[in-house]
């Protein structure tokens, strides 16, 4: 009950946060010049293909994951849904893809991520259609790649699971929007693409740090929900991506 409670206090401070037109943080629609937006869609649609590759995989193998598969996209859809106010008059906002990525693995999070960000633009215009190739590319490529492996290697290490389950969501969050900045710099380099990336990624800086440290948190909970309630589901998930999981289904 105390766990579900502070997740309850989590997705409270969230919503009372969450203006109701705030500019947010990832690209909007037409922003990005055209080379820059082909530039993205191109390195992001062979992640996106992999991942679908996957998700096939993955579920015709063992369609008892179908539910946990979907409970990993809602939490993504909720957190990156909840946009906190910056101070520069911007918006920060949590992405959730840590907790899919160390259940599915990351390429199967690229195309959860890019489901979400397409709705999110459609439904709540968050991001834009033009740029979600570049948005995808940062949230759903980036970001669950950094959280996998740091999850990776700190298991290796030696580290707790709540440390390791803790530095994936951060991580992501993090290196989602230091991304984020980083396309942004390069796009528009004014004073050099070094000066151009600190600008924008102080713009994000004084939110986002805390909002990752909530994150995290929040994700160390609700992955211990899921041992206490479905354990089974995840050991069978952790075998399967060390490739010794049960034939039994």
Same mark, same amino acid.
């Given at each position: 009950?105390?766990?579900? @409670?502070?997740i309850? =206090? @989590?997705?409270?401070?969230? *919503?009372?946060n969450?203006?109701?037109?705030a500019s947010?943080?990832?690209?909007?629609?037409?922003f990005?010049?055209?080379?820059?937006?082909?530039?993205?869609?191109? =390195?992001?649609i062979?992640?996106?293909?992999w991942?679908?590759?996957?998700?096939?995989?993955?579920t !015709?193998e063992?369609?008892?994951l179908?539910?946990m598969?979907?409970? *990993?996209g809602?939490? %993504?859809?909720?957190?990156?849904?909840?946009?906190i106010?910056?101070?520069t008059?911007?918006?920060? +906002?949590?992405?959730?893809?840590?907790?899919?990525s160390?259940l @599915?693995?990351?390429? %199967?999070?690229?195309?959860l991520g890019?489901l979400?960000?397409f709705?999110?633009a459609? =439904?709540?215009? +968050?991001?834009?259609?033009t740029?979600?190739g570049?948005n /995808?590319?940062s949230? $759903? %490529?980036?970001?669950p #790649?950094v959280?996998?492996?740091?999850?990776?290697?700190?298991?290796k290490?030696? !580290?707790k699971?709540?440390? $390791?389950?803790?530095?994936?969501?951060?991580?992501?969050?993090?290196? /989602?929007y230091?991304?984020?900045?980083?396309?942004l710099?390069?796009?528009?380099?004014?004073g050099?693409?070094?000066?151009? #990336?600190?600008?924008?990624?102080?713009? @994000?800086?004084?939110?986002q740090?805390?909002?990752?440290i909530?994150?995290g948190?929040?994700?160390?909970?609700?992955?211990n929900? =899921?041992? $206490?309630? !479905?354990?089974?589901?995840i050991?069978?998930?952790?075998?399967l991506?060390?490739?010794v999981?049960?034939s039994?289904?």
């Open positions: 009950m105390k766990k579900l @409670f502070f309850g =206090l @989590f997705f409270v401070y969230f *919503a009372l969450s203006p109701n037109d947010a943080m990832h690209i909007m629609e037409g990005l010049p055209l080379g820059w937006t082909l530039f993205w869609w191109g =390195l992001f062979p992640f996106f293909v991942g679908l590759i996957q998700i096939k995989r993955v !015709n063992n369609p008892h179908k539910l598969l979907g409970m *990993a809602a939490f %993504v859809f909720v957190l990156s849904a909840l946009k106010p910056s101070v008059g911007s918006s920060s +906002h949590p992405t959730g893809v840590g907790l899919g160390v @599915f693995g990351p390429q %199967v999070m690229t195309v890019t979400v960000l709705f999110q459609l =439904l709540l215009a +968050h991001g834009g259609l740029t979600l570049a /995808t590319f949230m $759903a %490529v980036v970001g #790649f959280g996998y492996y740091s999850y990776k290697l700190l298991i290490l030696g !580290n699971q709540s440390i $390791a389950i803790f530095s994936a969501a951060f991580l992501s969050n993090i290196t /989602t230091l991304f984020t900045s980083f396309q710099a390069l796009a528009f380099p004014t050099g693409i070094a000066a151009a #990336f600190i600008k924008f990624i102080s713009i @994000f800086a004084v939110t740090l805390p909002l990752a909530v994150e948190l929040l994700t160390v909970l609700v992955w929900w =899921l041992v $206490a309630y !479905n354990s089974k589901d050991l069978f998930l952790q075998n991506k060390s490739g999981a049960s039994e289904k």
